[in-house]
């Protein structure tokens, strides 16, 4: 996921760059015909806002349909209770297996906490925030054996980057 | 609804000389904080520097509230700068905001580099009452206090600039364009954009300040009275309103500077029109709502707060990418422009703007945010639409207002090393991003520090170019005379 975010919106960029780019390459030229400019403009800008409108349609549609919060329920999903302090997480279990979906009920028993899960391969799988008087939940269904690690993504002091646990996810029932 | 500009302008004697004050402090403390940003970044990185984490967090405290300050406080003054044009604000208001403003500055300093307070700029509850013996209850009210005083300094200067439009155009929705919107008045295309502008600004960022001085005496009263228990969620949702408006005022007063200088360079007018007007008003009202799309990892809140949070968020960018950039674009092309320091950075802070709104709105997905929230992806794309966006418009105007654009090879070359030092930066903030860097780490893992390393390296060329700009322009400020046509 990561990866395609990134190439999506370096290729998005890099068009906005190009487009200034094509415009400073032609601004030497002097034309004193500015509303011939502006006419061929608006039209431009025409379709350009119709295109923007269109894209904003259909990945709307396309991300928000299922809804993505809830979408991750596979089935039935085991409960796990999560708390957030300075500096640690208290996590009931603290074991899952390939396949699982698991229900994080997160919370948080001082200031604000982010409670994020990294897979094997050190990239965030998924993440919600850990407030204190709120539980937040989070269905995350495990798709590789490994160690997984909890870190906090939400600054809460001096300790802040220490504050880290592991989840060991094994292969079999 | 043109009226003659000399009936109700600003007398020409009192329109420099507290702006003059504005930059020059502005221009200082954005190089100082880039220093702080460079450190931080080479922390990260291991090789050079190395910090202590309650150091660390203490310069990352600094570095936010003082960059946020500094960028309203440098865009307030383009503003206010060109509105003065337009309308009759009063100079001392604006000197009596500056002085308070440094009342603020003072406050948030020593709290932070004498009390020790390190609870980032963004305060969130409660953990400015929860320091673990880090810091003081007096240090978390200095801060919190430096950041209600610095929101009356700006509501003092806005009850002025408010008042003086009002005086000259009947009301804030008229500057703002809505009866010739709404085809209640004819198109007047010599409707200044500054006042479109300044009444975009004046609303939304009147609200965001009133909202964050709400929260702001929240986290007061909690500190001196622990027992007072206050709803987290509440509180995140005042935080992230005050703070997402706050910094997109900034963004849309400083573009004043684009609005106003470069149809001088080019030598063609940049008007009003239906779709400018409506675009403005657009922001205006999405501004205001798009703020959640900061809490989408916040599941207690309505669902269809996050599906907002991502549709507008969406829509936020479409004004700027098809009426601000592509009319600046358009206004350049094929005119000839002279291309000197003043005018490239106006540009490049326009690129800066529009490119940047694309992490910003793709972090504004719900699915995306699942794993990027709270990442380095964050800085990357506010770094973008700040670095390269508000600080070359706030240093374009500086240069134009100083010595007319024309700061010679230096400053030629010095907005090349600024333009690829800020690019290189803000990528390696996206890389770190992708790479699941989380933001706000003293300590970085050693499969990171990489990235902190270029981070480094690229931040000292943002202060680099930075400095050969604007080192001559503080030489020039103090004996600068108005440029022409201004």
Known sequence: MQTSVLLITFLAMGLVAVAFGYVVKRSGTRDEDYSTITRQGYLIRRWWMLALCAVGVLVSAWTLIPFPLQAAINGEARSVDVVAKQWSWEIESRSARVGETVRYRVTAADVNHGFALYGPDDQIVAQTQAMPGYVNELNVTFEQPGVYRVLCLEYCGVAHHAMTAEINVTEGP | ?486
């Open chain 2, 1 to 486: 609804m043109a009226t003659q500009q000399t009936d109700y302008a600003t007398p020409e004697a009192e329109r420099t000389p507290v702006v003059k004050l504005y930059l020059a402090i502005g221009l200082i403390v954005f190089a100082g904080l880039m220093l702080v940003g460079v450190v931080m970044r080479a922390a990260q990185g291991a090789s050079f520097i190395s910090l202590g984490p309650d150091l660390f967090y203490q310069l990352m405290t600094l570095h936010g509230a003082g960059m946020v300050g500094t960028a309203g406080l440098a865009a307030l003054a383009v503003n206010w700068y060109y509105l003065s044009r337009y309308v009759k604000l009063n100079q001392r208001i604006f000197l009596a905001g500056l002085l308070l403003a440094l009342v603020a500055v003072l406050m948030i300093v020593g709290s932070i580099l004498i009390g020790k307070f390190a609870a980032a700029w963004t305060f969130l509850y409660p953990l400015p009452a929860n320091p673990l013996g880090l810091w003081s209850t007096g240090a978390a009210l200095f801060f919190v206090g430096g950041l209600l005083v610095l929101g009356v300094a700006f509501l003092l200067v806005y009850l002025d600039m408010g008042l003086a439009i009002v005086r000259r155009y009947g009301s804030i929705a008229r500057a703002l364009g809505l009866p010739m919107l709404f085809g209640k008045e004819k198109i007047d295309s010599a409707h200044p954009p500054t006042v479109v502008a300044s009444a975009m600004v004046l609303i939304v960022n009147v609200l965001g300040i009133a909202a964050g001085a709400v929260v702001l005496v929240m986290t007061m009263l909690h500190l001196v009275f622990p027992d007072l228990e206050l709803d987290a969620l509440l509180m995140k949702n005042l935080i992230f309103f005050f703070g997402h408006v706050f910094i997109n005022a900034a963004i849309y007063a400083a573009v004043i500077a684009v609005y106003e200088i470069l149809p001088l360079y080019a030598r063609r007018p940049w008007g009003v029109s239906r779709p400018f007007l409506a675009a403005w008003f657009a922001a205006t009202l999405m501004v205001l709502a798009v703020y959640p799309h900061h809490l989408l990892m916040d599941f207690a809140l309505p669902s269809w707060m996050a599906v907002m949070g991502q549709i507008v968020s969406y829509l936020s960018g479409i004004p700027v990418l098809v009426v601000t950039a592509f009319g600046g674009l358009l206004l350049i092309y094929r005119s000839g422009i002279r291309w000197d320091a003043a005018s490239s950075l106006l540009v490049l802070g326009l690129f800066g703007w529009a490119a940047g709104i694309i992490p910003a709105v793709i972090d504004g997905m719900i699915q995306v945010n699942l794993v990027m929230h709270n990442t380095q992806w964050v800085p990357g794309h506010f770094h973008f639409y700040l670095l390269i966006g508000v600080v070359p418009m706030v240093l374009g105007f500086a240069s134009y207002l100083c010595s007319n654009g024309q700061q010679g090879q230096t400053g030629r070359l010095g907005v090349a090393v600024f333009g690829v030092g800020a690019t290189l930066l803000c990528l390696s903030f996206l890389v770190s991003g992708a790479n699941s860097v989380p933001r706000r780490f003293a300590v970085h893992e050693e499969a990171w520090q990489w990235l902190g390393n270029i981070g480094a390296f690229s931040g000292a060329l943002v202060l680099i170019g930075t400095l050969m700009i604007a080192l001559p322009i503080l030489v020039r400020l103090p004996r600068a005379r108005l440029t022409a046509g201004t």
